[in-house]
């Protein structure tokens, strides 16, 4: 296990989050295009969304959502982790000129995930029970659910290529694939359902085709990726070389930390259904999506993070890894905070403007969740940060704990609460897991537990939420003007935080616009 690196004592010292410039910059604009990407992706999965939950029965959407919680499961199980394990190793070896080894990360990682693919559907065929659960009497249900899981290798493979992509500096392939392409593929299968009227087992067979026709369409462009990069050259297939020991090494920490997620929705969503009904995993499932959008800038950050963070390993420049740490977290938590204000303080307005008044009861989870999702993001890349070091140990430990406190609370709660003791659990395993993550960072790597620069903005974020929820409280405004508050209480945050954020020195154009130059000033 590696510990942190010495100091690079020729790295220069700059303002907070600002590694050197040919680092952060391109790390920042290439993080910010998949940025728009991911709203844009979120704004056609909202109306994706919002038009399959009404046009399903509660008991038809909870069919569908228990089948995509089984979907997540499968797709993590049958990955080990390994998948995102190609984020740092072929960088570091195409960084060491060790072709042979970058290629041969990736045909075992691939070959993993088909392989298990193949073996997941052929069970699930032949053993539908299986997968289906307590659904399993419903012979509707079961089809559902068994076509759904054909939607799991399908995802791995995905989720493949996009790390790939993001490892070759390729982010407008990831734009054009991830949220663009997918996002529309999937909102005109809802439309054909609205237009057919058909009902869950057409809507999860698109589903299901929608991911093959994007997978097959940039399997090839990976292919001419490899071979403009001098990977997949002639004769390389004999020579590839299969790191296992380090790719086993690194992939259980990772594994693990999937298992925490799978367990904080896709168990969840599976264990509501379990002591509870259809109705029940739909009230939970219908308002996850708005939830997550608080992880919406973590997770575009995330696809760059890796191999940025990977590379200065590589080269021990120490520093700039701990500056691009609270860098990225503090633009991060700035840029996910109007999502937090919306989907905590205006959850019940939000919810019965988007589902109706059936779902109304979903907003007490709605603002659970939010809160758990955006404290993961807030605190940026710490499990990420670890995994480079090579700090397999306390990941694992960490995410074990976990595990233990999700599965006890949920066996707890859900019982007697139902989807909001699921809500409860999710948020509280959130909060554990990142607190034990940044003390373990900054005792074995150097990155501070919190930078002051970011308390300060933390707690202007805080007086924010108090402030809008108050307001809430107090005189229940029409979801506008709610909505009017929340924008302004984000603008004054994004202009407090705009110095630690370094937004003019990354985006120099910026500062040329009257109407936002005096946000993006750069602080003295």
């Given amino acids: 296990m590696t510990a942190a690196l010495p100091p690079d004592a020729t790295t220069t010292e700059t303002a907070l989050g600002a590694p050197e410039p040919a680092t952060s910059t391109r790390q920042a604009r290439s993080s910010s295009l998949l940025l728009v990407g991911r709203v844009f992706a979120a704004a056609v999965g909202f109306v994706t969304q919002v038009l399959i939950v009404r046009a399903l029965s509660k008991a038809d959407y909870g069919v569908f959502a228990y089948g995509l919680s089984v979907v997540t499961l499968a797709e993590t199980a049958m990955t080990l982790g390994m998948d995102r394990a190609v984020s740092r190793f072929v960088p570091i070896y195409e960084e060491r000129g060790e072709h042979e080894k970058a290629l041969g990360t990736i045909v075992a990682v691939v070959a993993l995930v088909t392989g298990l693919g193949v073996l997941l559907v052929t069970v699930a065929s032949m053993f539908p029970s299986l997968v289906s659960g307590s659904f399993s009497s419903d012979d509707a249900a079961v089809k559902v659910i068994v076509v759904l899981v054909l939607l799991a290798p399908v995802q791995a493979l995905d989720n493949l290529l996009v790390g790939l992509f993001a490892v070759f500096d390729r982010p407008r392939a990831i734009f054009v694939r991830r ?26 067979a698109g589903y299901v085709a929608a991911g093959a026709v994007g997978v097959a369409l940039y399997a090839g462009v990976l292919v001419g990726v490899l071979r403009s990069r001098a990977i997949l050259v002639p004769g390389a297939v004999r020579r590839i070389r299969v790191p296992f020991r380090e790719l086993v090494f690194f992939a259980l920490p990772l594994f693990s930390t999937d298992l925490v997620f799978v367990m904080l929705e896709a168990m969840d969503a599976i264990l509501v259904g379990y002591f509870g009904t259809a109705a029940d995993v739909a009230e939970l499932r219908a308002v996850q999506p708005v ?135 999710t948020t509280t395993t959130l909060v554990t897991q990142n607190l034990a993550r940044q003390l373990f960072l900054a005792r074995r790597t150097g990155v501070p537990f919190m930078d002051r620069g970011a308390a300060a903005i933390y707690l202007r974020m805080a007086l924010g939420v108090v402030a809008l929820l108050t307001l809430q409280l107090l005189i229940d405004p029409p979801l506008a003007l709610g909505l009017l508050a929340a924008g302004a209480i984000s603008i004054a945050t994004l202009t407090h935080a705009s110095g630690s954020m370094q937004l003019a020195e990354t985006f120099p154009e910026i500062a040329r616009l009257p109407l936002v130059r005096r946000l993006v000033r750069p602080r003295s």
Avoid: H, K
Wanted: proline share 4%; net charge positive.
């Fill in 179 to 204: 949220f663009v392409l997918g996002p529309l593929l999937r909102l005109l299968v809802v439309v054909l359902l609205l237009v057919s009227g058909q009902g869950g087992e057409f809507l999860a």
């Fill in 291 to 425: 939830a997550r959008l608080n992880q919406l800038v973590l997770a575009s950050f995330g696809l760059l993070f890796t191999p940025v963070a990977a590379r200065l390993f590589a080269r021990r420049r120490n520093d700039e890894i701990r500056r691009l740490y609270w860098s990225s977290a503090i633009w991060i938590a700035a840029l996910s905070y109007p999502a937090f204000l919306v989907s905590f303080a205006l959850a019940e307005p939000l919810t019965v403007a988007l589902f109706g008044a059936r779902y109304e009861q979903s907003a007490g989870i709605l603002a659970i969740l939010a809160l758990g999702y955006f404290f993961n993001a807030s605190l940026g890349f710490n499990g990420l940060t670890l995994n480079v070091f090579g700090l397999v140990r306390p990941v694992v430990m960490i995410n074990l704990l976990s595990l233990v406190v999700n599965l006890v609370l949920n066996l707890a709660l859900i019982p007697v609460l139902g989807p909001v003791g699921a809500a409860i659990g």
